[in-house]
């Protein structure tokens, strides 16, 4: 097996953070409707009339808890349940895994992006709509609508707050391409994406657009499935530069769904197909692959389980096909069947008005789920990468004038800036020694070594 050795320093930030209010509501399927505020979800009236989003769908409160508008990535509906201003026609997927994901701009009150992918890899692609919270007597209007961003995607967004600055990172992926693109949504708007290629191609029948992605609560790991691929993936996500690296891919005995992680991002669950493991707990705490795929544990064998969601209460909500019931699992951090999974918790419909979670539960980014007083890992500095089986040392690092990069095999470098531009690229067809960043302006950049289909970043600082 081929090996990557990282030199690195950590820092551990940790985060003391109260409940996360911004997803006290959710608004979904069927006339679905749940309120966290309290601590434990509550059945609450339903939505707008005629709301009915058949899978993807993503809702915003404010950092009190009190809703400001949701989406089937189609319509917006404000807090008085009822079509925001403007807000008719967005170009979301009516069967998108994950049709729509309302992320806040930082730094810029009362504004919003809603993200937005199609179905089947149609030609709307992945786009974006912006709200601004100020207008319409603070009801809220949309005021930029479909910018697009890329032709054709699978049917899947996640977003995560950047625990080293104010922002957050946004990630879509390409169909027929092993392509992710990761955007920065800070103060000054969306930046230019960072593309990273790992991983099996999202390509062929249409039904491997399926499947949801999410980051874990800290954005260090991705995880996605493969609809019809019958694959799911396990990445780990640099926060400081946007590149995904380390891709570990697991078989299934059947078509895969939904993926979510435990708030501590020991455990994964992933939905699938198979009638005898239909919800699955895998411990991903060991970071190792054969590790990761002898802990695979089946908790369920009800048919039909579809989107995952963790939830600001700590547990993982499990929907099942227009089912008025919804499954929890109560306690996701612990492995094996102690996380006590219960298929009929959540009864969507005392009434029997006919009220049913359809295929999906709402999105939200995963930062609003960090626990209290968590740490995580922060990656500050790389100085030796290895690439296969050979070094690749950079030095002096940081530098004031240029860095000497030692390459002993034949190797594809790329620098950025801290904005994601590529502003460098090198082609080392044989071992040899090159200088870099004599002209560069003070800063931070970020190195990408690639051969053989394996890629790893490390960051430079220029004095």
Known sequence: MKKFTFLFSILFFSFFL????????????????????????SVIASGMAGYAPSEGCSVISDATGNLLFYTDGITVVNKTHTQMANGNGLMGGISSTQAALIVPQPAANGIYYIFTTDDFGGVNGFRYSIVDMNLASGNGSVTVKNASLIGTVSEKITAVKDPNSNRFWV?????????????????????????????AVHGGTLQNTYGQMKFNPCGNKVALTI???????YFNFNTNTGFLSNVMSFPMSAHVYGIEFSPDASKLYVSTYDPFKTLVQYDVSSNVLSTIAVSQLSLSTTTDIYGLQLANDGKVYVCKSFSQFVGVVNSPNVAGAACNYQDFQIDLDPSFMGITAALGLPG?????????????????????????????????????????????????????NYTGQQIELINVMKPRTISIGENYPAGIYFVKAENKGRTTTTKIIKK
């Open 18 to 41: 109260s409940a996360q209010k911004q997803s006290d509501k959710w608004y979904f399927g069927n006339g679905g409707a749940l309120d966290f505020s309290t601590g434990t979800p």
């Open 171 to 199: 990630l879509a992926h390409e169909f027929n391409s092993a392509s992710f693109y990761a955007y920065s949504l800070s103060s000054t708007g969306l930046s230019a994406p960072v593309i990273s290629n790992i991983g």
């Open 227 to 233: 609809g019809y691929t019958d694959l799911w993936e």
């Open 364 to 416: 939200f980014p995963q930062s609003y789920f960090m626990p209290s007083s968590f740490t995580c890992p922060v990656v500050l500095g790389v100085n030796e990468i290895k690439v296969l089986d050979k070094p690749i040392v950079i030095y002096p690092n940081p530098s004031a004038d240029d860095f000497n990069v030692i390459i002993e095999e034949q190797t594809t470098l790329k620098v950025y």
